[in-house]
């Protein structure tokens, strides 16, 4: 990076402890801190600035692409923000482009709030582990702690595909070779076949998008890898339905029964706003895949998956109401908050009014 606006901005965005960084014609630049939009006090960005900016981060095949489908995503490593994605679309024309900063170390699991029960999801031998939520929910941080650990711990070729890479692992007890689309691999499908071949033990599927791409990661987790993926789907319940209602037919019968042996685990998380505005904070719906879960999703009764995860609370199970109230009981987050994000809001209600 040599615009020296772009470098300068960017130093500015972490020096605010900015998550993000917008760039957008008619506007002054923007950090989101916690979660939330401030404007610099800057002058509002032209088009010229923008693209000035566009073309001192882009090589000429990666320009030639951006000119040709008009949306792009790289990373890039800076030297005060570390390693940053940037996603580049055009508005009227002409780019805008916002920078995501992927941090230079990865937060302990207490740091983060995940559950313990997600090292011991790590240390499956087999099988498929799905992180999902929105866009912004922190799927990704939380694969990266997940590589992380299993690094730390397990003497195992790791291999990942992503779109673009966020966090660069070093080796430790593993060997990881991480592959970038449009950089290292064409595209996630013809990579995951071809990943298969190299003798991995941990898959690590940046997103699981499309019929091709699920059907190879299920075919994997069958087949004695770890795989690890992350899909957009707003619940646990809804992350199911999109895999199976992507097939018909035969090929979804065929995929239940896939889904149903290698499922190990789903989390499904947020990040909400903190009590106190100065951070966000993790909610999360966690389900283990024991013999109850794994009998509702052969026989597709997803409709009573909420009853075993009340049910199995002592195996690590947990409903996002019951962690949305926990983060409220705990002065973590408002009772809005929780009340906003909860699944069943009279839920939060009753136990409130218990309090």
């Not at 482009?97 to 230079?104: A, D, I, N, Y």
């Not at 995929?255 to 966000?280: F, H, M």
């Amino acid at each position: 990076m040599n615009n020296h606006q772009l470098d300068s901005l960017l130093r500015t965005a972490v020096e605010h402890e900015a998550s993000d960084l917008h760039l957008v014609v008619g506007v002054p630049p923007a950090f989101r801190v916690n979660g939330e939009i401030i404007l610099a006090d800057e002058d509002v960005l032209t088009e010229e600035h923008l693209h000035a900016m566009t073309h001192s981060l882009l090589n000429e095949l990666q320009l030639a692409k951006f000119d040709r489908e008009w949306e792009l995503c790289i990373s890039q490593r800076h030297d005060v923000g570390g390693r940053v994605r940037v996603t580049l679309y055009k508005r009227n024309g002409h780019p805008e482009m916002s920078v995501r900063f992927c941090g230079h170390v990865i937060p302990d699991r207490d740091m983060l709030g995940l559950p313990p029960q997600i090292d011991d999801l790590t240390r499956r031998p087999n099988g498929l582990i799905l992180i999902v939520g929105p866009t912004g929910a922190g799927k990704t941080t939380t694969m990266n702690y997940m590589v992380n650990l299993i690094n730390e711990e397990r003497r195992c070729k790791i291999v990942t595909i992503e779109d673009p890479i966020e966090f660069v692992h070093e080796n430790r007890r593993a060997i990881i070779v991480q592959q970038e689309v449009l950089t290292d691999v064409r595209s996630f499908n013809r990579a995951l076949i071809h990943v298969l071949r190299q003798d991995p033990d941990v898959i690590v599927v940046g997103e699981m998008r499309d019929a091709e791409g699920i059907a190879t990661a299920l075919t994997a987790a069958e087949t004695g890898h770890l795989v690890l993926a992350t899909m957009h789907a707003p619940t646990v319940v809804q992350a199911i339905e999109r895999i199976v209602g992507i097939f018909e037919g035969s090929a979804q019968k065929q995929i239940i029964l896939q889904l149903a042996t290698s499922i190990q685990g789903i989390i499904a998380q947020e990040l909400l706003p903190a009590l106190d505005r100065t951070r966000r904070v993790l909610a999360y719906e966690l389900v283990l895949a024991n013999p109850p879960v794994r009998n509702l999703v052969r026989e597709n009764q997803l409709h009573q998956l909420e009853n075993i995860i009340q049910t199995s609370r002592k195996e690590g199970m947990v409903l996002m109401d019951n962690c949305l109230h926990d983060l409220y009981a705990r002065c973590l987050i408002s009772y809005e908050v929780a009340a906003s994000r909860a699944r069943n809001p009279e839920r939060i209600m009753a136990k409130r009014r218990t309090q």
